[in-house]
């Protein structure tokens, strides 16, 4: 019997089941914090099947360790890399509120994907743009005659292209906007000619006029660099039953590029991204039907684009396939040697390559039979 002198032996405090995350931001749970999860040290699907890790987007990758993005209104950022069970943990210890938002964004994350526009996405897909307009930034007038933008269209199918993006409308930096009827007038007879023939034609358009009428020819998409700004456009998309690629931009093509500004370029156009998928879910559009599209060179400098490409798995958080279109961007000549955009197909294929890395499930880009064979080698290296 211990002598009545004797102090009671203090209890010792309960190990934190974070881990190393214990004393990590410790004003998480305060309000208007908002929480984010990146995948990062990907590993073959394989390891999913062992029990090693979590699927990523139903695609052909894998992952148990992720970055913990924490910031608040203002300026605080904080940032981890830990194992998953650690983050989910960590999450528990600070609120209720951010384990619950963890625990969504893991859900979005791991859950497979169901096919887009009536496409599996087993596969990345090719989306090849064909511009029927005199001014786009890389082929203008190339293809403005209808005729012209059909044999291109034709000649893309056969090197692979799985879908056809086409679009009246050039929103390179600097342009001018075109009257939607004056869009229709270009865009309708492409679209007319290969819907017939059953391809997947996709209408690149921010206005919700020419997203009717494409549907009505027979698009299955609608791709809007605008994020469904027009106020018509997303009753139009809920109406038709139209999938729709959701695209940030900063600012309009006619001035985006002036002065480009974010607080965290990846995580703010993750949030506006968030609140259209959301826009359109209270819509009656839901995730299955929507591609979420960071909007590479749209209001964006060099360094943003690269944050954003660094963080491409950053999206999947969001519950829909995701979609990168950097072929020919300015981006990428002005980190090489000023090379015009015809000249800029080395870069492309190396940068649409690293976002399929991150699992984007679909490219869209000029140089079809390129990023098909780029593709095919891709496949071999990682199997499903």
Same mark, same amino acid.
């Given at each position: 019997? &211990?002598?009545? +002198?004797? =102090?009671?032996?203090? =209890?010792?405090?309960? =190990?934190?089941?974070?881990? +190393?995350?214990?004393?990590?931001?410790?004003?998480?749970?305060? /309000?208007?914090?908002?929480?984010?999860?990146?995948?990062?040290?990907?590993?073959?699907?394989?390891?999913?099947? $062992?029990?090693?890790?979590?699927?990523?987007?139903?695609?052909?990758?894998? #992952? !148990?360790?992720?970055?913990?993005?924490?910031?608040?209104?203002?300026?605080?950022?904080?940032?981890?890399?830990?194992?998953? !069970?650690?983050?989910?943990?960590?999450?528990?210890?600070?609120?209720?509120?951010?384990?619950?938002?963890?625990?969504?964004?893991?859900?979005? *994350?791991?859950?497979?994907?169901? &096919?887009?526009?009536?496409?599996?996405?087993?596969?990345?897909?090719?989306?090849?743009?064909? @511009?029927?307009?005199?001014?786009?930034?890389?082929?203008?007038?190339?293809?403005? /005659?209808? %005729?012209?933008?059909?044999?291109?269209?034709?000649?893309?199918?056969?090197?692979?292209?799985?879908?056809?993006?086409?679009?009246?409308?050039?929103?390179?930096?600097?342009?001018? &906007?075109?009257?939607?009827?004056?869009?229709?007038?270009?865009?309708?007879?492409?679209?007319?000619?290969?819907?017939? =023939?059953?391809?997947?034609? !996709?209408?690149?358009?921010?206005?919700?006029?020419?997203?009717?009428?494409?549907?009505?020819?027979?698009?299955?998409?609608? @791709? /809007?660099?605008?994020?469904? +700004? /027009?106020?018509?456009?997303?009753?139009?998309?809920?109406?038709?039953?139209?999938?729709?690629?959701?695209?940030?931009?900063?600012?309009?093509?006619?001035?985006?590029?002036?002065?480009?500004?974010?607080?965290?370029?990846?995580?703010?156009?993750?949030?506006?991204?968030?609140?259209?998928?959301?826009?359109?879910?209270?819509?009656?559009?839901?995730?299955?039907?929507?591609?979420?599209?960071?909007?590479?060179? #749209?209001?964006?400098?060099?360094?943003? @684009?690269?944050?954003?490409?660094?963080?491409?798995?950053?999206?999947?958080?969001?519950?829909?396939?995701?979609?990168?279109?950097?072929?020919? $961007?300015? #981006?990428?000549?002005? *980190?090489?040697?000023?090379?015009?955009? $015809?000249?800029?197909?080395?870069? +492309?294929? %190396?940068?649409?390559?690293?976002?399929?890395?991150?699992?984007?499930?679909? *490219?869209?880009?000029?140089?079809?039979?390129?990023?098909?064979?780029?593709?095919?080698?891709?496949?071999?290296?990682?199997?499903?």
């Amino acid at each position: 019997m &211990p002598p009545l +002198s004797a =102090k009671p032996t203090a =209890k010792a405090a309960p =190990k934190s089941a974070a881990g +190393s995350l214990a004393g990590f931001c410790p004003w998480a749970g305060e /309000d208007g914090v908002r929480v984010y999860l990146r995948p990062v040290g990907l590993m073959p699907i394989a390891a999913w099947a $062992k029990g090693a890790a979590v699927p990523l987007a139903g695609g052909r990758f894998a #992952f !148990s360790t992720a970055e913990l993005i924490v910031r608040d209104a203002g300026t605080r950022i904080d940032r981890a890399f830990a194992p998953l !069970s650690e983050i989910m943990a960590w999450g528990w210890e600070r609120s209720r509120a951010v384990a619950e938002a963890l625990d969504r964004q893991l859900g979005a *994350l791991t859950r497979a994907r169901a &096919p887009f526009a009536g496409l599996s996405l087993a596969r990345p897909l090719i989306m090849g743009i064909v @511009n029927v307009t005199p001014d786009s930034f890389s082929d203008g007038g190339d293809f403005l /005659d209808p %005729a012209a933008a059909i044999a291109h269209g034709e000649a893309m199918l056969a090197a692979g292209a799985d879908i056809l993006d086409v679009g009246g409308e050039s929103t390179r930096p600097g342009a001018a &906007p075109v009257p939607p009827e004056e869009e229709e007038r270009r865009v309708l007879p492409v679209i007319r000619h290969f819907a017939e =023939k059953g391809v997947a034609v !996709s209408v690149d358009t921010r206005h919700a006029r020419v997203m009717e009428a494409a549907a009505a020819a027979g698009a299955r998409i609608v @791709n /809007d660099i605008a994020g469904l +700004s /027009d106020p018509d456009a997303l009753p139009v998309v809920a109406r038709t039953g139209t999938p729709v690629v959701v695209m940030h931009m900063q600012g309009e093509p006619g001035t985006m590029q002036a002065n480009p500004t974010y607080r965290d370029a990846a995580l703010d156009v993750f949030d506006w991204l968030e609140e259209r998928v959301a826009g359109c879910a209270a819509a009656g559009v839901p995730a299955e039907r929507i591609a979420v599209d960071p909007g590479i060179g #749209f209001g964006k400098t060099v360094e943003h @684009n690269l944050e954003i490409l660094r963080h491409t798995a950053l999206y999947h958080a969001l519950g829909c396939a995701v979609l990168i279109g950097l072929s020919r $961007k300015g #981006f990428i000549g002005r *980190l090489s040697r000023g090379e015009p955009p $015809k000249e800029r197909l080395a870069g +492309s294929l %190396a940068a649409g390559l690293e976002t399929l890395n991150q699992g984007a499930q679909i *490219l869209r880009v000029h140089d079809v039979a390129e990023t098909a064979q780029a593709r095919a080698l891709w496949e071999g290296l990682h199997p499903r």
